[in-house]
């Protein structure tokens, strides 16, 4: 810090707070223009000499902006290698803040080292790889790992947590408002679900649940939760077709992908959440349901999937033709579009899948017995009417 001879004072003293920033001791002082309103003169009768300020040195300190009092530091290199003296010096006359607004070219200036830039993109570059490396590469080994280790009433209250974040993401306004309720279509869904069951020795008692949206899909949450589209409902060729569909679902849900994927998703959320400064988690909650939507499996999950549904379809005396019809149209949907989504880039090309099912088909014979009847199909067509 500077310090000099008393001049010619140019204006009225003014009281201010003045720290030395060498200890916590407070000095009262006295600050003053200079004649030629180029420095602020700042004295006490704790301080040993009358300090000189240059205007164009002044800063104010952002982080202690007020509207009735300025912090102001020098711009000068300190002891510690920083572009700013340690010593503060606060002041509250609205006058003197005033003219130092006007006098002080730099006072709001940023200082910055010579190649500060370069270093904060060499470490935003760090930055960013490492996160990269969190997202698609540990993050996915360390939810493979813990799929494994979750037990299983843990898998099943996170798959719940998971569709709530479902919810959210389909834009319901309140948890269950997108529920379809009808009681026949939802007892013919349990009649349905409990045929492809029966006999499977499955790891999760399977909760369904049909969702009023139009998106034509079904999806795999953890512990059992398989929710079910209208727009699925809509577009299938059958009972069959959707009893194929779900079988799909139940096969991801034992290989525990859907868990696998949900935690996945959750670390991705949460570290996106860090880096983009989410406090409440409220942006991470929807990302969390959004990718759950857009789940995409790798191909050997999903020709796995394929087998598993294939199996179920089998011992539940149900034809396979109905996941053929399924494959066949989205075969259709496939090839008009240019680009596919992310849904359908990662699955199995579907006209090979639905000529598999259909080879099943031929080998079932005569022991397949539809899955519903005509009523209860219709039905469950309805279940979102009500």
């Known amino acids: 810090m500077s310090t000099g001879a008393g001049q010619a004072q140019g204006s009225k003293p003014v009281q201010g707070r003045f720290f030395d920033g060498q200890g916590a001791a407070r000095h009262d002082v006295s600050v003053v223009l200079s004649a030629d309103r180029a420095e602020l003169q700042i004295t006490g009768l704790s301080l040993a000499d009358t300090l000189i300020w240059p205007l164009s040195d002044l800063r104010a300190l952002r982080d202690r902006a007020r509207n009735d009092r300025m912090t102001l530091t020098r711009h000068a290199p300190s002891d510690y290698g920083a572009l700013h003296d340690a010593a503060r010096l606060t002041v509250e006359d609205g006058a003197l803040m005033a003219e130092l607004r006007g006098l002080c070219p730099n ?59 479902m919810e959210t993401a389909l834009g319901a306004a309140d948890l269950g408002g997108l529920d379809c309720k009808g009681p026949e279509g939802l007892a013919a869904l349990g009649k349905l679900t ?51 569909v779900l079988a799909h ?8 992908d859907a868990t696998r994927h949900a935690l996945r998703a959750a670390g991705s959320a949460g570290l996106l959440s860090m880096v983009l400064g989410d406090v409440t988690g409220g942006a991470a909650a929807v990302f969390l349901g959004e990718r759950v939507l857009q789940a995409s499996y790798s191909r050997g999950a999903e020709a796995q999937a394929d087998l598993f549904a294939l199996a179920m379809l089998n011992r539940a005396n149900v034809s396979s033709d109905g996941m053929a019809h399924f494959f066949d149209k989205l075969a259709e949907l496939e090839a008009g579009m240019r680009v596919l989504p992310a849904y359908f880039s990662t699955h199995p090309e579907s006209t090979g899948r639905a000529e598999r099912a259909r080879q099943n088909a031929a080998t079932q014979g005569d022991v397949v017995q539809p899955i519903l009847s005509e009523r209860e199909w219709q039905a469950l067509l309805a279940v979102c009417d009500e």
């Open 107 to 165: 006072l709001t200036r940023r200082d910055m080292r010579p190649g500060a830039w370069r270093r904060l993109a060499r470490r935003g570059a760090w930055a960013v790889a490492a996160v990269v490396l969190m997202l698609f590469l540990i993050l996915p080994r360390m939810a493979d790992t813990l799929a494994g280790m979750i037990p299983v009433e843990r898998e099943v209250a996170f798959g719940r947590a998971v569709v709530k974040q």
């Open 194 to 244: 409990g045929r492809l069951a029966d006999g499977a020795d499955l790891s999760y008692v399977l909760e369904m649940r049909v969702l009023d949206h139009d998106m034509l899909n079904a999806f795999a949450a953890p512990g059992g939760q398989i929710v079910i589209m209208r727009g699925l409902l809509d577009a299938v060729s059958g009972p069959d077709a959707l009893a194929a």
């Open 249 to 256: 679902e139940i096969g991801h849900v034992e290989a525990r």
